[in-house]
């Protein structure tokens, strides 16, 4: 469905202000806007249920019930190109991780560094028998498995800045 341009500009600037996480391999969040026609078929695909449709109607990435397994389902069916095998990375995101997290507060927690694939999340015992959690964030690929896995909803996938990327 096409949009008028003033239709266009304020849904744009709404959405823009939310900053939502596309899918993988989404192209530039205006150039997202402009090509995605809503068809709701990525949404439909993913096998792990982790896109839902969110405001005006475009596709967002929602980690709360799991992570993305990278399968790249969502882009073979975007026919619109939207998403692109052309993009150089899934995604800009990096986990962040705060202080109601249990090892912070004595409690033995492993949940996190347990999925993860990429050996991002790490701890280091510290004085009075407390371990401290380490994120790499360079080896974070944000793919989100390590949210809905955590008792203390500690984890929060954010966006990395423009310029920087995960290693
Ligand atoms: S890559 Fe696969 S798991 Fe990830 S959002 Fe796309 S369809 Fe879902
Ligand atoms: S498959 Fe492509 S065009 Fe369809 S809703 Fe998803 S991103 Fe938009
Ligand atoms: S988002 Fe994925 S790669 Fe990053 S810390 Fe969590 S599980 Fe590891």
Redesign the pocket.
Known sequence: MSLSTSKRNFLFARISARNPVRPPWALKESEFIDLCTRCDECEKQCPVNVIRIGDGGYPEIDFSNS?CDFCQVCVDVCKSGALSHQQPQAFN???SIDDSCFSERGVICRS?AE????G??SFKQVVGGISHLI?NTK?????????SICPATA?K?EHRSDTEKAG
Not at 115 to 118: A, E, G, L, R, T
């Open positions: 992570g995101l990096v986990a996190c999925v993860c694939d990429k991002a999340i994120m080896s974070c690929n944000g793919c989100g498995e390590c949210v984890i996938i």
